[in-house]
């Protein structure tokens, strides 16, 4: 079992810069992949970015390519979202997300298998 608590949430300007943490516990963190998604109300779940287990592969939304970078200390059992020149519309409850080990599904929400409690961002215009 994975146990996720994502931190760094808040209330950011349109433009501005934000950074997203989600530290894991209870399973050898570098034999998974990290997902990042997100909901806005009134939307379904939304795929954000995804890192490997080696972070060797990264994948992005096109929504947020150029804009967001996903990383990971493998040492810290920690994986990063760094949100720059965010928009109204990145404001959504952002979530992590473990994959199976060693499994590729990276863009695909069904295929997680454990999940952080949320954190809320907000952008104002």
């Known amino acids: 079992q994975v146990q996720l608590v994502e931190s760094g949430g808040g209330l950011v300007q349109a433009g501005g810069s934000l950074r997203l943490s989600c530290a894991a516990s209870g399973r050898t963190f570098n034999s998974y992949g990290m997902g990042w998604f997100r909901q806005a109300p009134g939307k379904e779940r939304e795929f954000v970015t995804a890192?490997?287990?080696?972070?060797?592969?990264?994948f992005y939304a096109d929504s947020v390519k150029g804009r967001f970078t996903i990383s990971r200390d493998n040492a810290k059992s920690t994986v990063y979202l760094q949100m720059n020149s965010v928009k109204p519309e990145d404001t959504a409850v952002y979530y992590c997300a473990s994959l199976p080990s060693y499994s590729r599904d990276f863009y695909y929400a069904s295929a997680y298998e454990y999940w952080g409690q949320g954190t809320q961002v907000t952008v104002s215009s």
């Open positions: 890192i490997s287990w080696s972070a060797g592969n990264t």
